[in-house]
DNA sequence: AATGAATGAGACTTCATTCAT
DNA sequence: TATGAATGAAGTCTCATTCAT
């Protein structure tokens, strides 16, 4: 447990953006160390072994970093949403208009989610959210009676795929804003109570 | 335009589906030649190379096979259903059972998909198909006004990923029909007429 | 369990042989894949891997086919001989001369051994040998009352340092052979019974 | 030629005996730089670098260590012994007690002589210091006509090898000193005069 | 139609050493 | 005196592909 320099924490961030710009232009497949440390422009491979422990390693500092980033972007304005399906289209929104910030950033956390796989506690982090939103926006009236962990697998993985497509060719801001509209509103019906009554 | 023997036609399948259950069990990442070559109990590569033009050119045969097998089973039942939003519904239940019937082949399929990405023909025939029905759905007074293209997305990747979580661990065949019910529902919800009218 | 082409046997022999002469010229520690396919003009490594499992699997190739070239050298020199104390003069006498046939192959060895360590069965074996050698043989009156282990130990350890020490330069087969009768000598004075009475 | 600091002195002591204990623990072969440093608890390679002039250096500073250590517990039992005879045995029993002392020191002993071969001054000087010890013994009639550099040779490796075994395995101290005495009994009876007569 | 051999690039990792601070 | 950063070579191994037979 030793603290970290100030160049150490630095060429450590640097070579997590470079990893990070390497896995959305190139993917996870290809964003080997060399691949990395070129675009980083470090002169060996040795430098990334030296930083980081291994390549997992390596791969879960990008996405603790993207989360930071993301979270950032989204947590307030999930915050400032009140009830159950108003954090939801929050949730959806601000991630969809998230792509106009950080596309890079967005498309190397969705190739990494698809890649490491359940390894990462991201994932599986945010599908337990999900359920558990479901499950307690259901006791509120909020939600129908969904089967709660079907609806968070199906909704997340839907919502990263529109991201994933938005971020692979950035549109306009105001049609970023429409498509989470419109996912949002998908949403919300899928997992609207059957009689409409005065929810929450 | 060479017309193929039976034995290349029957080398050809040998190591398609030694190369589906090589996906299936190891994943795509792992999917070598020589790891394929193994498991169809082949004494080199080369006999790979041979009978395919390359690695892409053996997982879209892959893919294909796949296809065959996974429509064989849905089609039938596409077909038997009439209206839009029974045949969505009729889709999606086939699809989520099918789990039960082919698991390696939907583990592979779900694989090469994440990682083939938006090369394959196969996700954006689906996706396309998708985008029309809910087309030609709304206009039919099944489906509301919805972004055909992001409602697509959005449920092609959500029926993807409750497939692959039910694939990597087969749970019983009344589980299985429940959640493709559920899901159907989901789906069904989220793209009715907001008005309930007499829909078809 | 497939048979060998002709070509691969070839192959192998070739890369066994340039791996020990490598480690007779270099060193344990200097055998490296690239050395040995240099030595062996081949054009990589990735050659060497082919042909073999890895590195301890040609390791053991070098060892087994090490034990060959001694065995047919010295085994019959030891199967003329007759009686325990004979048997032992012949095996150091023969491992010494075998110096003058293959010094290569003797360095080699010695320093897998030494390096390979506990691992190899050549080591053990040959040690176990010794070990009963003088147990029975004490029972049949040509040796005292030994600690069988110990001495076992003590002079393969012994023998092995003076043939590295005559592989290592190598000298004339004269001289050679005075010195494998003065250890022969050596070592039989040292097992020997107390009382001189009529032994075998 | 510069007087070294206390400070100084106190880190190549501290490294020393690091590098001793990782040698003895993990091998030769495993004793790198990044480990031995890791083991003394400093945070980078490059204070080894700094105190020793390359791994050669401290390795010889190992070995010097050692010695040390070694020689305080051998010298006073082998300047203790009075005659040739008792001298050799006087060293066999020490170095094979000295096992159940520094077991450390020993296994590491071992592998560096075996490592760094014959570069080492220790094992010359040892083989050197018994060669002469066999030719003095000679002249005094302690001794048979032995080829003394042969005699050396094998003894002093045996004695290693059976010094080695122990001290991968400590065995209690009675067993220990059973041993020590049934091998230099061994060695006194290789080494003895063949006519008995009054030997110094 | 098939095969085994060969290739060369590239993967990640560890190493001993140097150097500026 | 000490340190962390950086280096570049070398390590073993796997890969997809090519080619002569």
Known sequence: MRARTFTESGRRAQIVRAAIEVIAEAGYLKASFSRIAKHAGLSSTGM???????????LKAC???????????????IDAAV???AQLRAFVESNVELVGEHPAEIRALIDLVKNA???????????AL????????????AFGPLDARTTALALT??????????AANVPEPAELTRIGRELAD???????????GEPE
């Open 48 to 58: 990334i072994s030296y930083h980081f422990a291994g390549k997992e390693d390596l």
């Open 63 to 77: 996405v603790t970093e993207i989360e930071e980033v993301t979270g950032a972007f989204m947590q307030p304005r």
């Open 83 to 85: 009830g159950h399906v």
């Open 117 to 127: 796989g359940s390894q990462s506690g991201a994932v599986n982090g945010r599908l």
């Open 130 to 141: 999900f359920e558990e939103h479901f499950r307690t926006g259901h006791a509120a009236g």
């Open 157 to 166: 993985a839907g919502l990263d795929a529109v991201v994933a497509t938005a």
């Open 186 to 196: 998908l949403f919300v019906r899928a997992t609207a109570p059957e009689t409409t």
